[in-house]
């Protein structure tokens, strides 16, 4: 995941996440600023570059489609979620 969201923006750090009201895992990729956020979101293949990771780790295919992939910026994370990570996955 860190590596594909590298190609868009080379600082960006991408981790795993289990948060209870989403019930499955979901991946986060963090930029430092929301201008970084939005030109990586624009990339038109991201999503199904992510998706082809998850099937090469081995992930199921019947999973793979519903597994949420979410890109946010430290900007946002402090501005609207007091730097946590963990509030804004919970935020529908």
Known sequence: MEMIAR?????????????????QPSFCVEV???EQRDRV???SSLYQQLQNALYAAGYASNVVPSIHFR???WETLDREYGGSWWDAMEMP
């Open 71 to 73: 890109i946010e910026s």
């Open 41 to 43: 979101v624009q990339e």
């Open 32 to 34: 430092a600023t929301d």
């Open 7 to 23: 190609r868009y923006c080379p600082t960006a750090k991408a981790f795993g996440w289990r948060g209870s009201r989403i019930g």
